[in-house]
């Protein structure tokens, strides 16, 4: 079994930062492409950002310059700083993960997820 766990979010307010965190763990071979997702309320689940295990990264145009992710493939630890947070970042943020099992069985983990409040 294997299981992703987020770090705390938090309330910030306007041109602040946050770094979430995200450790896999469990019945683990490997861990491939690792990202961010949220969900504001009302809202629809978009990706945020991914990162492959070779470190490329892609960015949803609305956080691109103010967030960064990376991974310590070591760890099988995903991290998200952000930076010059705005309101329209609050939302539930998850964290997720293509998972290849030690028995070589692939498949996509989530983490609980995490809410980042972001005041005006």
């Known amino acids: 079994q294997v299981r992703l766990v987020e770090s705390a979010g938090g309330l910030v307010q306007a041109g602040g930062s946050l770094r979430l965190s995200c450790a896999a763990s469990g019945n683990i071979f490997s861990v491939n492409a690792m990202g961010w997702y949220r969900r504001a309320l009302g809202g629809q689940r978009e990706l945020v950002a991914s990162i492959t295990r070779g470190g490329s990264t892609t960015y949803v145009e609305s956080v691109k310059g103010r967030f960064t992710i990376s991974r310590d493939n070591t760890k099988n630890t995903v991290y998200l700083q952000m930076n010059g947070l705005k309101p329209e970042d609050t939302a539930v943020y998850y964290c997720?993960?293509?998972?290849?099992?030690?028995?070589?069985?692939?498949?996509?983990?989530w983490g609980q997820g995490t809410q980042v409040t972001v005041s005006s």
């Open positions: 997720n993960a293509d998972i290849v099992t030690q028995t070589m069985f692939t498949y996509a983990e």
